[in-house]
């Protein structure tokens, strides 16, 4: 079971040292934080997992506000976050550019958490196999079933939402994904301590991947230790 915190754009270095400091990993699980880029080191510093939000698929060069591997590595950073919805609406990452930096990234010796998932109206237009399959199939042509790489399933509707897929919703999505790319398959999208049990104890769900619940340390621990096997 991997339970990874994505931070999103909060947290300052400040906030994060304290969060670091407050924060104790249970046994059992593997956990990682994904802090902002400016925080990076200080999570770094306290022993915990950390990965980025983003990596770009050169190693440098003439491109403005990104991150390379080399330099996330040089860090003490082990892993990223890529594709995540949030870079896919806003940022214009594209099922091709997802690749790229997964192929990068691991090719450096960095983990990757790459992040699929349907919005409301793919859902509700009865094609969210056929978005899935697309996503997962561009990861899958470029990267293979990779021993540093996990997908994680975000359906866009639950991400910040409050609305959870159903554990039977997410096992079923997970399957699916699991048909194209065999590799661990996170879910994503308001996971909360009340709900992280039913949804991790799923076959199919291979961890959680935390956006809003995991910025408190109470809430991010509960989540981690629902994660625990029995
Ligand atoms: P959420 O975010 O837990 O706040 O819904 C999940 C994510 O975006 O990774």
Sequence with gaps: MLVAANWKMFKTRAETG???DAFEPPAGVDVVVCPPFTSLDVAVASGLAVYAQNVHWAQEGAFT??????MLLDLGVVGAIVGHSERRQYF????????RRIVA????????????GESEEERE??????VLRLQVEAIADAAGAHPGLVLA?????AIGTGRTAT?????????FVKGI??????YGGSVKPDNAAELLGRDAVDGALVGGASLEVDSFEAICRAAIPS
């Design 167 to 175: 554990p039977e919703l997410a096992a079923e999505a997970h399957a």
């Design 105 to 116: 990234a691991l090719g450096a010796g960095l983990r990757v958490i790459a992040c699929v």
């Design 92 to 99: 214009g990452e594209t099922d091709e550019t997802v690749a």
């Design 65 to 70: 506000g990104e991150v390379s591997a080399p």
């Design 125 to 130: 237009a009865g094609q969210t196999e056929l």
């Design 181 to 186: 790319l065999d590799v661990p398959v996170l």
């Design 18 to 20: 304290a969060f670091c």
């Design 153 to 157: 399933y975000e359906p866009i509707w």
